[in-house]
């Protein structure tokens, strides 16, 4: 049974001048111990996705339609004092910039102790342990000296770790990590990929990993999900989208990647640019950007349907359709 269930997810964003649809669609599960990448250019819908997870949407930003359920109970239309108990204890966050989740006023063992006191049947001398626990766990050297320090007394690394100490204090099933190695340097993302690959293993805890950076979807994946313009493009496990995609924007997505055993001159891009959301395309929205749309892309929008091992919103891929290019076509396109 699936951890979490995204069901035909609709989020809009009323206005004056008439409501923007930001996500359209969206349908996707999570098994426990899985970790699903999801990736897709700034504007794809990435984020938003994990906000309305985790019930962050911001104003005016509303769950349209669909359902999101955890453990088989509907959580999107929870009061919002009863979804302030689900997040933190079953559901952790971790957000791109640790300065913006830790409160520069408190330790941060002040912190994980009230996260902990507040989710867990502990008193604070035992909320205290565990979070040095976590700390120790993190990465985190001196935990029991570190606890009491404030977070500006922290690296940016650290702080990243004291963050997911933070989203595990209260043993959450499932981890909603919004962009967590980015503000990082490269040593350090390893880190921190390698701690979240394991948790999951350790814990068996869930994570949706969200990230424009495919080497990370690549190192620490289990399957991976690529948004364009507020919908899946295409689903399936990481080394099936990334080695044979099978829709031309992850293609172009993966042509993008610089290859170190090829001397080329120039990078692959994909022309144009993600449309804003008053002005997404009928039919397929990829369609003006696609060297192989043909006349059903602008007129009739793709659900996902099977394309070998992975799913893809792809007229190509419909019965009697032209075979779909390969990454390497895209490029000498």
Not at 96 to 122: A, C, F, K, W
Request: proline share 7%; net charge neutral; charged share 20%.
């Amino acid at each position: 049974m699936s951890l979490l269930q995204v069901n035909n997810l609709v989020v809009d964003f009323p206005g004056r001048r008439g409501t923007l649809r930001a996500l359209d669609d969206i349908s996707f599960d999570i098994a426990p111990g899985e970790i699903l990448g999801v990736v897709g250019e700034s504007g794809a819908g990435k984020s938003l996705t994990g906000a309305s997870i985790i019930g962050l949407l911001e104003p005016p930003g509303r769950i349209a339609s669909g359902e999101i359920l955890l453990h088989g109970q509907r959580i999107d239309n929870l009061p919002p004092e009863q979804m302030r108990k689900v997040r933190g204890r079953q559901i952790g966050a971790i957000f791109q910039d640790p300065l913006t989740s830790l409160n520069p006023l408190y330790s941060v063992g002040r912190q994980l102790i009230e996260t902990i006191t507040t989710h867990l049947p502990m008193n604070e001398a035992q909320a205290r342990q565990r979070a040095i626990q976590l700390l120790s766990d993190t990465g985190i050297p001196a935990a029991a000296q570190r606890i009491d320090h404030f977070p500006h007394q922290f690296s940016g690394g650290m702080r990243q770790r004291v963050v997911i100490a933070l989203a595990l204090a209260a043993e959450p099933q499932l981890i909603v990590a919004d962009e967590p190695t980015t503000a990082l340097d490269v040593s350090i993302q390893a880190q921190i990929i390698t701690l979240l690959k394991t948790i999951c293993k350790d814990r068996g805890a869930a994570v949706m990993l969200i990230t424009h950076d495919m080497g990370v979807i690549a190192e620490t994946c289990d399957r991976v999900a690529v948004m364009y313009a507020g919908r899946v493009a295409e689903i399936g496990p990481v080394h099936e989208v990334i080695n044979r995609p099978a829709h031309p924007y992850t293609a172009g997505l993966m042509a993008c990647i610089p290859d170190m055993g090829q001397d080329r001159e120039r990078l692959h891009q994909i022309d144009g640019a993600m449309p804003r959301l008053n002005a997404i395309p009928s039919g397929c929205a990829y369609n003006p950007r696609c060297n192989r749309s043909f006349d059903r892309c602008g007129v009739e929008r793709p659900e996902l349907m099977a394309a070998g091992a992975t799913r893809a919103a792809c007229w190509l891929h419909a019965p009697g359709a032209s075979r779909p290019l390969t990454t390497a076509e895209e490029v000498n396109a």
